[in-house]
């Protein structure tokens, strides 16, 4: 990794990295709407097609261990793109004005790969409604900053992940910001059956009844 960007917390998967992962989207239970804005992209992306504006952001929703991340690397793999993974954690600690630093340096990073998706991770880390919470210093307006700066169509995707939606700042939400919100729920009886069968267990086994029993539980504790 060159030195100049290295951020603490922060890692990178290389398209080829994620070439060697065996996963894929027809793994994923459920979400078709989002498979089908992954199907569009990656026409678009290999058609180099100028009539569908790839987004700038999309912003994932949902209870934790309900596949965001997992998700958002399926995703970027599929369109064959990097994937840069940042704990939004690691932004708000430190001296004052690091967060702010940092931020400038993870957006010319992915800049410098030529496409990039950006995952943040618990974005709401840096993006809480500044009117009912503490303000994470200068780090959420650099973030706004960059978003604002960014066009179409030009390599870099940013994907932020939260499990409190309702708790955002609005200007962080804003239209022309995110293009897109995609809500990740607790899978319902059919996907949790969908899910158990990936197992492939030997002998008779009724899916069915083990996912009868797994009510409200989310994909990482069921898989």
Do not use: H
């Amino acid at each position: 990794m060159n030195s100049e960007f290295e951020i603490s917390g922060v890692t990178l998967k290389t398209k080829s990295d994620l070439a060697k992962d065996p996963s894929k989207i027809s793994d994923v239970v459920g979400l078709e709407n989002l498979k089908d804005k992954v199907i569009a992209i990656k026409k678009a992306i290999a058609e180099k097609s100028k009539e569908i504006a790839l987004p700038k952001g999309l912003l994932f929703a949902g209870l934790p261990g309900c596949g965001k991340t997992f998700f958002g690397k399926i995703f970027t793999k599929e369109i064959g793109y990097n994937f840069m993974y940042v704990p939004s954690s690691e932004l708000v600690s430190g001296f004052q004005g690091a967060g702010k630093n940092k931020m400038k340096k993870i957006f010319k990073w992915a800049r410098s790969l030529g496409t990039c998706v950006i995952f943040f991770d618990e974005v709401d880390a840096i993006g809480k409604d500044r009117n009912q919470f503490e303000d994470s210093g200068s780090v959420l307006q650099q973030f706004l900053t960059e978003m604002d700066g960014q066009e179409n169509n030009n390599g870099l995707i940013v994907i932020a992940a939260t499990n409190v939606l309702d708790q955002l700042d609005k200007a962080f939400i804003r239209s022309g910001r995110f293009d897109s919100i995609f809500n990740f729920d607790a899978p319902n009886l059919k996907q949790r059956t969908e899910a158990f069968k990936t197992y492939n267990l030997p002998g008779r086994i009724d899916y069915r009844v083990i996912a009868e029993i797994t009510e409200g539980r989310s994909f990482a504790d069921i898989v």
